[in-house]
């Protein structure tokens, strides 16, 4: 399975910043997607990463607040912004490969907002 | 919508004991069935799927059999180890890229 990789590991930020948050992997994907786990807390699927085009939001959910890039099949960005204490989370982005329909994640991104 | 249910934990057990963390679900049609594992600090890892009835999916000692008369995929192992320890998540996919989610389940395994 494709190798996935996310910067930062962890962050602490201020409330009222932004933080944007990569995911790499090690070859081309077919599906990338963003999830959000708060803490004690089952997997919430934030979007959907359209290579070459507007991500696909879940209810809930907005591309002001989370922003979503994925300018390549290896790539893509999921930024919070205006951060507040409730957006305390792990966020994690997955991908699936050759039309299958398994998902592998990253380690995830640990995200504590003061 | 789909839905899927998990027992709730911690389930706590002493290292050896036999296994098994209950994982029902709600679907239309024909879903794949997947157990994850998050080991702490870590994201999640998959354990083991299963994409039709009577499949059974098998990995480092676990195994889930797909039961589509009862919509279960049970999560079951012989023995565990303390290092075993760490929260199973049961998940479907319904001819989509949408994974849905149960809550969670935490074991603790003690030595």
């Known amino acids: 399975s494709a190798v996935i990789s996310q910067k930062p590991s962890r962050d602490i930020c201020q409330r009222g910043t932004s933080l944007t948050i990569q995911c790499q992997v090690d070859s081309q994907v077919t599906m990338m997607f963003w999830y959000r786990q708060q803490p004690g807390q089952s997997l919430t699927l934030i979007a959907t990463?359209?290579?070459?085009?507007?991500?696909?939001?879940e209810s809930g959910f907005v591309i002001d607040k989370f922003p979503i890039s994925r300018p390549n099949l290896t790539f893509s960005t999921l930024t919070v912004s205006n951060m507040s204490p409730e957006d305390s989370s792990i966020y994690l982005c997955?991908?699936?490969?050759?039309?299958?329909?398994?998902?592998?994640f990253g380690p995830g991104t640990r995200l504590t907002v003061l | 919508g789909d839905s899927v249910t998990q027992m709730e934990g911690p389930v706590t057990l002493s290292e050896e004991a036999f296994l098994t963390i209950n994982c029902t679900y709600t679907a239309t049609g024909y879903p794949s069935l997947f157990w994850y594992v998050q080991y702490p600090g870590e994201g999640l890892q998959l354990l083991l799927k299963?994409?039709?009835?009577?499949d059974k999916g098998s990995n480092k000692g676990f195994e889930a059999t797909y039961r589509k008369e009862t919509t279960s995929f049970h999560l079951e192992k012989g023995s565990v180890q303390v290092s075993d320890s760490a929260v199973y998540f049961c998940?479907?996919?319904?001819?989509?890229?949408?994974?849905?989610f149960g809550g969670g389940t935490r074991l603790m395994v003690k030595p």
């Open positions: 998940a479907l996919n319904n001819a989509g890229n949408m994974l849905t």
């Open positions: 299963a994409t039709k009835a009577d």
């Open positions: 997955s991908v699936t490969e050759g039309g299958t329909d398994t998902q592998y």
């Open positions: 990463a359209n290579q070459g085009s507007e991500a696909t939001y």
